[in-house]
Protein backbone atom coordinates (compact mmCIF):
# COMPACT_ATOMS: atom_id res chain seq x y z
CA UNK A 1 0.00 0.00 0.00
CA UNK A 2 1.34 3.59 -1.18
CA UNK A 3 1.30 6.12 1.63
CA UNK A 4 0.57 9.56 0.51
CA UNK A 5 2.20 12.67 3.00
CA UNK A 6 0.74 15.67 2.29
CA UNK A 7 2.25 18.92 3.81
CA UNK A 8 1.43 21.53 5.21
CA UNK A 9 -2.10 20.44 6.85
CA UNK A 10 -3.41 24.16 6.43
CA UNK A 11 -1.88 26.78 4.41
CA UNK A 12 -2.81 30.56 5.86
CA UNK A 13 -2.02 32.88 2.77
CA UNK A 14 -3.59 35.94 1.21
CA UNK A 15 -5.02 36.50 -2.03
CA UNK A 16 -2.53 37.19 -4.58
CA UNK A 17 -0.09 35.32 -2.97
CA UNK A 18 1.45 32.21 -4.28
CA UNK A 19 0.76 28.47 -2.60
CA UNK A 20 3.06 25.42 -2.17
CA UNK A 21 1.83 22.75 -1.45
CA UNK A 22 3.63 19.05 -1.08
CA UNK A 23 2.65 15.97 -1.76
CA UNK A 24 5.03 13.01 -0.43
CA UNK A 25 4.74 9.07 -1.68
CA UNK A 26 5.89 6.32 0.57
CA UNK A 27 6.86 4.50 -2.75
CA UNK A 28 7.78 5.92 -6.24
CA UNK A 29 4.19 6.44 -8.12
CA UNK A 30 5.94 7.27 -11.70
CA UNK A 31 3.92 10.44 -12.52
CA UNK A 32 0.71 8.70 -11.93
CA UNK A 33 -0.19 11.65 -9.43
CA UNK A 34 -3.32 13.64 -9.25
CA UNK A 35 -4.96 16.50 -7.56
CA UNK A 36 -8.19 17.60 -6.36
CA UNK A 37 -9.48 20.70 -5.19
CA UNK A 38 -12.49 20.57 -2.66
CA UNK A 39 -14.47 23.22 -1.49
CA UNK A 40 -16.94 22.99 1.99
CA UNK A 41 -20.04 21.17 0.81
CA UNK A 42 -19.22 20.18 -2.80
CA UNK A 43 -17.51 17.02 -4.32
CA UNK A 44 -13.93 17.19 -5.30
CA UNK A 45 -12.78 18.61 -8.31
CA UNK A 46 -10.07 17.69 -11.37
CA UNK A 47 -7.37 20.06 -11.13
CA UNK A 48 -4.11 17.93 -11.90
CA UNK A 49 -3.45 14.74 -13.77
CA UNK A 50 -0.44 12.98 -14.14
CA UNK A 51 1.72 15.64 -11.84
CA UNK A 52 1.16 18.29 -14.36
CA UNK A 53 -1.66 17.97 -17.03
CA UNK A 54 -4.20 20.25 -16.17
CA UNK A 55 -8.08 19.31 -16.51
CA UNK A 56 -10.14 21.06 -18.92
CA UNK A 57 -10.88 24.56 -17.64
CA UNK A 58 -8.57 24.67 -14.62
CA UNK A 59 -6.50 28.57 -15.06
CA UNK A 60 -3.16 28.29 -15.82
CA UNK A 61 -1.87 29.80 -12.56
CA UNK A 62 -2.47 26.25 -11.08
CA UNK A 63 0.26 23.62 -12.15
CA UNK A 64 1.90 20.36 -10.64
CA UNK A 65 5.43 19.22 -10.63
CA UNK A 66 7.38 16.26 -9.42
CA UNK A 67 8.01 12.52 -10.33
CA UNK A 68 8.56 9.35 -8.32
CA UNK A 69 8.27 10.36 -4.71
CA UNK A 70 7.80 14.25 -4.06
CA UNK A 71 4.86 16.24 -5.81
CA UNK A 72 4.00 19.77 -5.79
CA UNK A 73 0.92 21.70 -6.49
CA UNK A 74 1.67 25.39 -7.26
CA UNK A 75 -1.60 28.12 -7.35
CA UNK A 76 0.93 30.96 -8.83
CA UNK A 77 -1.44 34.25 -7.36
CA UNK A 78 -3.87 32.87 -5.12
CA UNK A 79 -7.78 34.23 -6.18
CA UNK A 80 -10.32 34.18 -4.12
CA UNK A 81 -11.73 31.40 -5.18
CA UNK A 82 -9.23 28.96 -4.40
CA UNK A 83 -9.20 28.93 -0.95
CA UNK A 84 -10.21 25.40 -0.18
CA UNK A 85 -8.87 21.41 0.37
CA UNK A 86 -6.64 19.89 -2.34
CA UNK A 87 -6.30 16.43 -1.85
CA UNK A 88 -3.71 14.21 -4.09
CA UNK A 89 -4.19 10.75 -5.26
CA UNK A 90 -1.85 7.90 -6.95
CA UNK A 91 -2.62 5.71 -9.36
CA UNK A 92 0.21 3.88 -10.33
CA UNK A 93 -0.31 1.11 -7.62
CA UNK A 94 -3.71 -0.71 -6.76
CA UNK A 95 -5.83 0.21 -4.89
CA UNK A 96 -5.99 4.02 -5.21
CA UNK A 97 -5.36 6.03 -1.98
CA UNK A 98 -5.55 9.46 -1.67
CA UNK A 99 -3.45 11.98 0.89
CA UNK A 100 -5.09 13.52 3.78
CA UNK A 101 -5.37 16.80 1.95
CA UNK A 102 -4.02 20.37 2.89
CA UNK A 103 -6.72 23.50 3.62
CA UNK A 104 -5.26 26.68 2.00
CA UNK A 105 -6.97 29.33 4.04
CA UNK A 106 -7.03 32.57 4.45
CA UNK B 1 -22.56 18.43 -20.11
CA UNK B 2 -21.44 15.28 -17.71
CA UNK B 3 -24.09 15.16 -14.93
CA UNK B 4 -23.86 12.56 -12.69
CA UNK B 5 -26.64 12.98 -9.91
CA UNK B 6 -27.37 10.72 -6.94
CA UNK B 7 -29.92 10.01 -4.48
CA UNK B 8 -30.77 11.84 -1.32
CA UNK B 9 -29.96 12.57 2.47
CA UNK B 10 -30.02 8.17 4.42
CA UNK B 11 -30.15 7.09 8.37
CA UNK B 12 -30.27 3.41 8.71
CA UNK B 13 -29.48 1.38 11.68
CA UNK B 14 -26.36 -0.61 12.42
CA UNK B 15 -26.38 -3.84 10.54
CA UNK B 16 -29.36 -2.26 8.20
CA UNK B 17 -28.74 -2.46 4.30
CA UNK B 18 -29.40 0.40 2.05
CA UNK B 19 -28.68 0.90 -1.97
CA UNK B 20 -27.56 4.59 -3.95
CA UNK B 21 -27.95 5.25 -7.00
CA UNK B 22 -25.95 7.57 -9.78
CA UNK B 23 -27.84 8.79 -12.63
CA UNK B 24 -25.61 9.88 -15.42
CA UNK B 25 -26.22 11.86 -18.50
CA UNK B 26 -24.27 14.11 -21.10
CA UNK B 27 -21.97 11.38 -21.60
CA UNK B 28 -22.07 7.57 -23.31
CA UNK B 29 -22.04 6.00 -19.88
CA UNK B 30 -20.78 2.25 -21.20
CA UNK B 31 -17.78 3.79 -22.46
CA UNK B 32 -16.50 4.53 -19.08
CA UNK B 33 -15.58 2.72 -15.61
CA UNK B 34 -17.35 3.84 -12.83
CA UNK B 35 -16.35 4.48 -8.99
CA UNK B 36 -17.85 4.93 -5.58
CA UNK B 37 -15.49 7.46 -2.95
CA UNK B 38 -16.70 7.94 0.41
CA UNK B 39 -15.67 10.47 2.79
CA UNK B 40 -16.08 10.75 6.56
CA UNK B 41 -17.06 13.34 8.43
CA UNK B 42 -14.26 16.09 8.37
CA UNK B 43 -12.02 13.28 7.00
CA UNK B 44 -9.89 12.76 3.75
CA UNK B 45 -11.40 10.63 0.66
CA UNK B 46 -11.36 6.72 0.54
CA UNK B 47 -11.83 4.72 -2.72
CA UNK B 48 -14.53 2.35 -2.25
CA UNK B 49 -15.44 0.39 -5.08
CA UNK B 50 -15.16 0.34 -9.26
CA UNK B 51 -16.88 -1.45 -11.78
CA UNK B 52 -16.15 -2.06 -15.60
CA UNK B 53 -17.73 -0.62 -18.67
CA UNK B 54 -19.76 -3.84 -19.07
CA UNK B 55 -20.38 -4.70 -15.56
CA UNK B 56 -18.91 -7.94 -15.63
CA UNK B 57 -15.45 -6.82 -13.47
CA UNK B 58 -16.03 -5.28 -9.42
CA UNK B 59 -13.07 -4.49 -7.30
CA UNK B 60 -13.81 -3.55 -3.61
CA UNK B 61 -11.94 -1.60 -0.43
CA UNK B 62 -10.52 -4.12 2.03
CA UNK B 63 -12.51 -1.88 4.69
CA UNK B 64 -16.26 -2.86 2.69
CA UNK B 65 -15.55 -6.12 0.31
CA UNK B 66 -17.87 -8.78 1.78
CA UNK B 67 -20.68 -6.28 2.83
CA UNK B 68 -21.06 -3.85 -0.13
CA UNK B 69 -20.93 -4.27 -4.09
CA UNK B 70 -20.99 -1.90 -6.86
CA UNK B 71 -23.15 -2.89 -9.88
CA UNK B 72 -24.80 -0.60 -12.96
CA UNK B 73 -27.46 -1.03 -15.49
CA UNK B 74 -26.25 0.48 -18.71
CA UNK B 75 -29.75 0.40 -20.15
CA UNK B 76 -30.84 3.08 -17.66
CA UNK B 77 -27.25 4.60 -17.23
CA UNK B 78 -27.30 4.38 -13.28
CA UNK B 79 -24.54 3.01 -10.71
CA UNK B 80 -25.59 1.63 -7.72
CA UNK B 81 -23.88 0.95 -4.49
CA UNK B 82 -25.25 -2.02 -2.39
CA UNK B 83 -24.46 -1.77 1.06
CA UNK B 84 -25.19 -4.62 3.75
CA UNK B 85 -24.37 -4.98 7.74
CA UNK B 86 -23.46 -1.48 7.95
CA UNK B 87 -21.36 -0.01 10.58
CA UNK B 88 -21.24 3.21 12.47
CA UNK B 89 -18.00 3.60 10.70
CA UNK B 90 -19.43 3.52 7.19
CA UNK B 91 -20.95 6.76 7.89
CA UNK B 92 -19.53 9.08 5.49
CA UNK B 93 -20.80 11.14 2.53
CA UNK B 94 -20.95 9.05 -0.33
CA UNK B 95 -19.51 9.78 -4.21
CA UNK B 96 -20.04 8.40 -7.24
CA UNK B 97 -17.67 9.23 -10.02
CA UNK B 98 -16.95 8.61 -13.59
CA UNK B 99 -13.23 7.08 -14.35
CA UNK B 100 -10.77 9.23 -17.31
CA UNK B 101 -10.68 7.39 -19.78
CA UNK B 102 -6.62 6.59 -18.72
CA UNK B 103 -7.81 4.95 -15.91
CA UNK B 104 -7.85 5.23 -11.78
CA UNK B 105 -8.29 9.04 -11.54
CA UNK B 106 -11.80 10.68 -11.83
CA UNK B 107 -12.59 13.65 -14.16
CA UNK B 108 -16.46 14.17 -12.57
CA UNK B 109 -18.28 13.40 -9.62
CA UNK B 110 -21.78 13.17 -8.16
CA UNK B 111 -23.02 15.48 -5.73
CA UNK B 112 -22.67 13.20 -2.96
CA UNK B 113 -25.00 11.41 -0.32
CA UNK B 114 -24.92 11.59 3.06
CA UNK B 115 -25.19 7.93 4.93
CA UNK B 116 -25.91 7.99 8.73
CA UNK B 117 -25.47 5.15 10.17
CA UNK B 118 -26.85 5.04 13.87
CA UNK B 119 -29.41 3.88 16.03
Known amino acids: EIVLTQSPATLSLSPGERATLSCRAS??????LTWYQQKPGQAPRLLIY???RRATDIPARFSGSGSGTDFTLTISSLEPEDFAVYFC?????????FGGGTRVEI | EVHLVQSGRNLVQPGGSLRLSCAAS????????MTWVRQAPGKGLEWVAN????????YSADSVKGRFTVSRDNARNSLYLHMTSLRAEDTAVYYC????????????WGQGTLVTVSS
Open chain 2, 97 to 108: ARDAVAGRYYDS
Open chain 2, 26 to 33: GFTFNDYW
Open chain 2, 51 to 58: INRGGTVQ
Open chain 1, 27 to 32: QSVGNY
Open chain 1, 50 to 52: DTS
Open chain 1, 89 to 97: QQRSNWPTH
